[in-house]
């Protein structure tokens, strides 16, 4: 057995000395799995020795942040909860602030105090990093972090200049005042049968004053429990005992994730940086709260939505090797699909599923969910899972086939059935008929991966009756919905028939249903030009009257007006960027993508991509307000899922044995070494100097280095850059002017 060079610490250590590291979390039990695998690849490789990547850790990871910015920051716990704040503010005014646990809000905020004196925030210099928040003082110096699969807050306090420290929780969310001789404890409103309890991080006297809880400097800082008092006061216990190894646990975790599983370094040290914040925010969503599962975003779609769930797969879990994780959630899922053959959603995955209800209300959500499927065992070779999900696979298209399908086989839905399904006193947003163009596409994706599955379940009946449907579909497809005159693919046709002619940018997710190579160039041309600004993609042409420049302005429209009428949706960037470097445009797609790696780690919430953005700045401005949720899964998975699967190239079929790489680097990035996990082995991964060296090692599976090829420039991209704002003179939406402004 050869040795393992241990990034973390720069020491050449055995498997053995590794795995003890890491054996004391059972967080770790996944990334034990890489570990296993590195040394055994490295042990039994032709290489002497591993492979070293130079990495960024945690703790190199930290972005300052100046009081005039007052960033937005959120944790989670992994299970059920997690903290949002700003990292200058004193008082929470967003709802959602502070801590929360299972879709309850349980503490808004708290302030602390050093010898009875207030700690301002707006004072202190402020450090976020992706396991903790530090805020530091002349006085001070306060570490905010939560605990892996624990209700548990804790608030270091250390480096006191005084005699005491002092900690006063904002009682907005809480009742039932509890003075113990150790603690504070309270109700929280909207968790009424739980308590939250409050002490000290050491045990020490303890005085109050007021619900002002305030202890000696030696304290150290203090602790939040939320459950049961049993519960809080095992958690208490547990932490004062092993909190410094619960802590190293997640951090490790963390470290992980970016220094062996995806080990990422460039000569672009913002790249590096900004690549392995959206690695770690975008884990921060994979969470335990109802069974395996990713939130949609936070903070108020901090449950599991289907839809969502399937789109930032690719980017959460099998770009970053994380199939394990994968298997579990498709096989959780699972058991959640509407099985009664008398409802109309029979053979539906949830679109959306909280801990109150289950609803079934997407067609979108299911044929994700088997694509996505399929998909994984293109990354891990594995398809011992199939025994267990097939049966659904089968309801799922049986269903569809036998009851929501049309003469030419396209399938059909309800109005607000997509993606674009806001709906306002019942009536659509965006109403898309009942044959919307990225529906077909992934009912057409639906049929043939599950003709795969079946082919590999040796159903030869289903695979090929599937497949027959997905041939019709396509060659239909095509002759209904492409304009080439118009160089429009159609959104959707209506119920009569008809064709909807509005601009959106579903179409780019139609390409596999068209042979044209060049009308697909010329439409992605067409919606860069019409739709990418350089802020995100936008859901509607300016040039229509139904377009809202504004996500949020209250005082002429709902929100829900414009969500998905104009807005701009960051998620829709990675197709968008997919198909400019699939077409040789790889130097406009970068931009896009450095522009979003600059949203992650100078604007909004650190290290996140926001939901939405405006399409149009306000006035005065150059740049757009974000909007939405302050971390949205699809928009950081698809953010790592171009980086993984177009810029680097990397598209892996384990199923047919073939592991292709086909770079797209900018040039701007003229160094790169990264490493990812391909089954049961190591796709190492280099670039320098014009080369590249691609190695698979501990995988029986053939490289396919596609490597790039100069060419002549492509006339149909000629002059492509971003869409500018161009308003019209007059929008119908800013037709009456409200005040006071709308609200829900």
Request: with cysteine; hydrophobic share 35%.
């Amino acid at each position: 057995m050869e040795a393992i060079y241990d990034r973390s610490n720069g020491r050449v250590v055995s498997r053995h000395q590794m795995m003890r590291k890491y054996r004391f979390s059972v967080v770790m039990k996944h990334h034990y799995l890489a570990l296993l695998i590195i040394s055994a690849l490295i042990s039994c490789g032709t290489a002497h020795k591993a492979i070293s990547i130079r990495t960024l850790t945690v703790d190199k990871l930290g972005v300052d942040v100046g009081v005039d910015e007052n960033r937005e920051y959120s944790y989670t716990d992994k299970k059920a909860g997690f903290w949002y704040g700003r990292t200058h503010q004193d008082s929470p005014t967003d709802w959602y602030a502070g801590w929360n646990q299972a879709k309850r809000r349980i503490l808004s905020d708290y302030t602390l105090m050093v010898d009875g004196k207030v700690l301002a925030r707006k004072e202190a210099q402020v450090c976020v990093y992706p396991d903790r928040l530090e805020r530091r003082w002349p006085v001070t110096t306060e570490t905010l972090s939560m605990v892996d699969n624990r209700e548990l807050l804790s608030i270091i306090v250390d480096e006191v200049k005084g005699d005491s420290i002092g900690i006063v929780l904002n009682e907005t969310l809480l009742k039932d005042a509890v003075h113990r001789k150790d603690a504070l404890c309270y109700t929280p409103q909207e968790s009424e049968k739980k308590r939250l309890k409050l002490v000290p991080l050491h045990p020490v006297m303890v005085s109050f004053c007021g619900n002002r809880m305030q202890v000696p400097a030696s304290a150290g800082g203090f602790l939040i429990a939320y459950g049961t008092e049993e519960h809080c006061d095992s958690l208490i216990a547990g932490y004062r005992k092993e909190g410094n190894r619960w802590q190293a646990g997640r951090k490790a975790r963390m470290d992980s994730l970016i220094m062996v599983s995806n080990p990422l370094h460039t000569n672009l040290p913002e790249l590096d940086k900004a690549v392995d914040w959206i690695t770690l925010t975008m884990d921060e969503l994979i969470t335990e709260q109802q069974g395996k599962g990713i939130y949609a975003g936070l903070p108020w779609f901090n449950e599991y939505w289907g839809r969502d769930m399937f789109i930032a797969m690719p980017g959460a879990t099998l770009v970053t090797g994380q199939f394990e994780v994968t298997k579990e959630i498709l096989k959780d899922f699972a058991q959640l699909q509407d099985r009664d053959t008398a409802s109309v959603t029979c053979g539906r995955i949830p679109n959306r599923a909280n801990l109150e209800d289950i609803l079934y209300n997407t067609a979108d959500g299911t044929p994700r969910y088997v694509i996505e499927a399929e998909e994984l065992l293109r990354y891990s070779g594995d398809s011992s899972f199939l025994h267990d999900i097939y049966p659904s696979v089968v309801l799922s298209i049986d269903q569809s086939l036998l009851h929501h399908t049309d003469a030419k086989g396209y399938l059909l839905h309800e109005d607000a059935d997509t993606w674009m399904d806001v709906k306002r006193n019942g009536i659509a947003g965006s109403p898309r008929g009942n044959r919307a163009n990225d529906i077909q596409y992934l009912w057409y994706r639906q049929l043939e991966a599950g003709a795969h599955l079946a082919r590999l379940m040796a159903d030869s009946a289903h695979a090929e009756t599937w497949h027959r449907a997905a041939v019709r579909l396509a060659r239909n497809f095509e002759a209904d919905y492409c304009n080439k005159d118009s160089i429009l693919i159609y959104d959707h046709l209506n119920a009569d028939g008809t064709p909807d002619l509005q601009y959106r940018p579903n179409q780019l997710y139609c390409f596999d249903l068209i042979s044209d190579d060049t009308f697909k160039q010329r439409v992605t041309r067409r919606v860069w030009d019409e739709l990418v600004y350089p802020w995100g993609v936008a859901s509607l042409a300016q040039w229509d009257l139904q377009f809202h420049p504004q996500h949020e302005n209250w005082n002429y429209y709902h929100k829900d007006d414009a969500y998905h009428n104009g807005t701009v949706w960051l998620w829709n960037n990675g197709i968008a960027m997919q198909r400019m470097i699939e077409y040789g445009q790889q130097e406009t797609a970068w931009k896009l993508f450095k522009n979003m790696n600059r949203q992650a780690l100078h604007e909004g919430a650190v290290g996140s991509l926001s939901e939405n953005a405006d399409a149009h700045p306000r006035k005065g401005h150059s740049w757009p307000n974000r909007s939405g949720t302050f971390l949205q899964a699809w928009s950081n998975s698809e953010q790592l899922r171009v980086w993984y699967q177009y810029f680097l190239g990397i598209r892996p079929d384990l199923m047919s044995g073939v592991v292709t790489v086909e770079p797209k680097l900018p040039a701007e990035i003229t160094e790169l070494q990264t490493s990812v996990r391909i089954g049961k082995g190591i796709l190492y991964y280099a670039y320098k100097n014009g080369k590249f060296d691609v190695r698979l090692v501990g995988e029986d599976a053939k490289v396919n280095l596609i490597l790039p090829q100069g060419s002549a420039p492509n006339p149909i991209f000629e002059g492509v850059d971003f869409c500018q704002p161009h308003p019209l003179d007059h929008y119908p939406c800013f037709n009456v002017y409200h005040d006071p402004p709308l609200t829900y």
